[in-house]
């Protein structure tokens, strides 16, 4: 069945960087772009970008600009998000979800818990 | 961007009863090229991912139940879930998807059982 399956857990001290996986599974991978949002704590859902696997372009939110990275491992249809200089303000829940750029997300992964304290 | 804005903020219904939520957005996401409406709503229930319940503000998602309907058009859209059960239980949020690449949420509804 058609499935994302997202890294674990990961807690950093401001300032780090954290990379969180997405594994894809049960279709063409290439066929539909690849969103990451985020949730924080008790809170609504934010679009952070999304990346086009099949040619590796990428789009993301202004807010997150300079400190985001989406990229794609196409051997292992697999999806990386990359967040510099973390502060508090990222602690939150990252999903993936698929979908195309016009269109709903009709595919989520677990989601990774991405906690920054010192 | 596109602001989302859902009514109420939440609700309590009894069960076998009617629950709606309504979303509304600071300017239209109907396209005049394809007549369709850019808006999807999503159904998150604690500790879970979002799960996509309808797209195009109508087209109900494989497998969802026919409970579950969306309507409206342009800038006010409806979320209309029949006869209640109690694993409707959620937070619902609208999305447009008609201003990409920002693709923005409502804040969420929290429906709850009376």
């Known amino acids: 069945q058609v499935q994302l399956v997202q890294s674990g857990a990961e807690v950093k001290k401001p300032g780090a960087s954290v990379k969180v996986s997405c594994k894809a599974s049960g279709y063409t991978f290439t066929t539909y772009y690849m969103h990451w949002l985020r949730q924080a704590p008790g809170q609504g859902l934010e679009w952070v970008g999304f990346i086009n696997p099949s040619d590796d372009s990428t789009r993301y939110t202004q807010k997150l600009q300079g400190r985001v990275t989406m990229t794609r491992d196409t051997s292992t249809s697999t999806v990386y998000i990359e967040v510099s200089s973390l502060t508090s303000e990222d602690t939150a829940i990252y999903y993936c979800?698929?979908?195309?750029?016009?269109?709903?997300?009709?595919?989520w992964g677990q989601g990774t818990m991405v906690t920054v304290s010192s | 961007d596109i602001v989302m804005t859902q009514s109420p903020d939440s609700l309590a219904v009894s069960l076998g009863e009617r629950a709606t939520i309504n979303c509304k957005s600071s300017?239209?996401?109907?396209?005049?090229?394809?007549?369709?409406?850019?808006l999807a709503w999503y159904q998150q229930k604690p500790g879970q991912p979002p799960k996509l319940l309808v797209y195009?503000?109508?087209t109900r998602e494989s497998g969802v139940p026919d409970r579950f309907s969306g309507s409206g058009s342009g800038t006010d859209f409806t979320l209309t879930i029949n006869s209640l059960q109690a694993e409707d239980v959620a937070v619902y949020y609208c999305?447009?998807?008609?201003?990409?690449?920002?693709?923005?949420f409502g804040q969420g509804t929290k429906l709850e059982i009376k």
């Open positions: 195009w503000a109508s």
């Open positions: 999305q447009q998807f008609y201003n990409t690449p920002s693709y923005t």
């Open positions: 979800a698929r979908g195309p750029a016009t269109g709903a997300f009709d595919i």
């Open positions: 300017q239209t996401v109907l396209s005049s090229s394809n007549n369709k409406n850019y």
